[in-house]
Structure formats: structure tokens, C-alpha cells
């Protein structure tokens, strides 16, 4: 299969939506209505979820989603097959998540300089019908490309190791190894794998 590969943007917010809401999550996956906000999400956020109504609640991630989106918030690369979004690649800036800060994740700026350029693959999404299909393979080599093009002077991502199933959206450390990622440290709370691209 070949997939069209495009840079999120604001006008992409329904697509993007689309993918989230009819067929990224419909085999039951525990993460369904994440909209991948979560490296965004603050406690701050949390708090004023609590106090909407309970219908308002079930929407407030989505609607962070496409505010985010619109505001040029939430990054990464989306993936197209005959004009529908089948999947997607939140890859930005590592110093942009909350929950990647030095604060929250000291673990994962082991052997990183401050001045160090940094993109981190946080998490993907991809069509349940196209799983096992390469579509995150394609999104991973998108964001390589990107990556070396823009001068990052590392790529990071946090996958699963060992068995892999799809409620880790890390994906697997196997994807990332073909392409050159080492692992930094496999015994944090989570695993960081990274590339050095100069």
C-alpha cells in the first residue's frame, strides 16, 4: 500500500477527529477517546474536566484536541490512503509536552544537552482495519526525513519492549531498532529509545 504522508495542520482537524472517533479505537482499546492530548494534559486540565457535566466530559479531550490542532499545539504526521486519514504520528519539539519536561521525565534527558534539538514520537494511532499494514512504519520514516532535514540533532520515542499489543502507542522498540535507535535506558519507567542524527 502506499500512503500519502502530510504534516498535521489546522485543516486537517476533522479528518484527524474522524480517525479518532470511528476508527482508531472500534476493537475496544482502553485508550479510545484520548485524542492524543494526553503529553498536553495537566492536572490544571484535569480539574476543570471534573467539573463539567458528564456529557460536556466525554468531549472535553476532543475538543482540547482541535483547539490544539487549530493553535499549530499538536504536531506530527498523518497518514492518507484514497483520502482518508488511516493514521497518525505525534511528533513534535520534546520540550513542548508537559509531561516530557525536565520535571516530569528527568529520566528521558539522560545524556542530552540543553541546547540539544530534540523531536519525540509520543505516540500513534492507526486505522484498526490497517494494522500489522506499516502504516506506523511510514509515519516513523516520515518523521526521520523530517527530522534530519529540520537540523534535530536527536529523534526520541517511548516504546514498548518485550510483547507489544496496540493499548501501548509507543509502538514497538523492534520499529524504531531498524531505523537506527539505540535504547538510553530500559530500566525507567518507561523506556526511551533515540537516534543521534549529528
Known amino acids: 500500500m502506499k500512503f500519502v504522508i502530510k504534516k498535521l495542520a489546522p485543516e486537517m482537524a476533522d479528518d484527524y477527529t474522524d480517525l479518532f472517533d470511528n476508527r482508531g479505537f472500534n476493537d475496544g482499546n482502553m485508550n479510545k477517546g484520548c485524542y492524543c492530548v494526553w503529553h498536553h494534559w495537566t492536572a490544571q486540565h484535569e480539574d476543570k474536566r471534573r467539573q463539567l457535566s458528564v456529557n460536556e466530559r466525554l468531549f472535553a479531550k476532543r475538543n482540547y484536541a482541535i483547539k490544539l490542532i487549530q493553535e499549530g499545539m499538536l504536531n506530527g504526521f498523518a497518514a492518507y490512503l484514497d483520502g482518508r486519514m488511516v493514521g ?111
Open 88 to 198: 497518525f504520528c505525534n511528533a513534535d519539539f520534546k520540550e513542548k509536552y508537559y509531561r516530557l519536561s525536565r520535571n516530569n521525565r528527568p529520566d528521558s534527558w539522560v545524556g542530552l544537552n540543553d541546547d540539544d534539538k530534540v523531536l519525540s514520537i509520543v505516540c500513534y494511532v492507526v486505522d484498526v482495519g490497517l494494522r500489522g499494514k506499516d502504516v506506523a512504519t511510514a509515519l516513523l520514516e516520515r518523521v526521520c526525513t523530517y527530522a534530519a532535514e529540520n537540523q534535530f540533532d536527536y529523534i526520541e520515542a517511548y516504546p514498548a519492549l518485550g510483547s507489544f499489543d496496540s493499548t501501548h502507542c509507543g509502538g514497538p522498540f523492534s520499529m524504531y531498532e531498524k531505523l537506527g535507535f539505540s535504547l538510553v535506558d530500559d530500566k525507567a519507567a518507561e523506556a526511551t529509545a533515540r537516534k543521534k542524527l549529528r
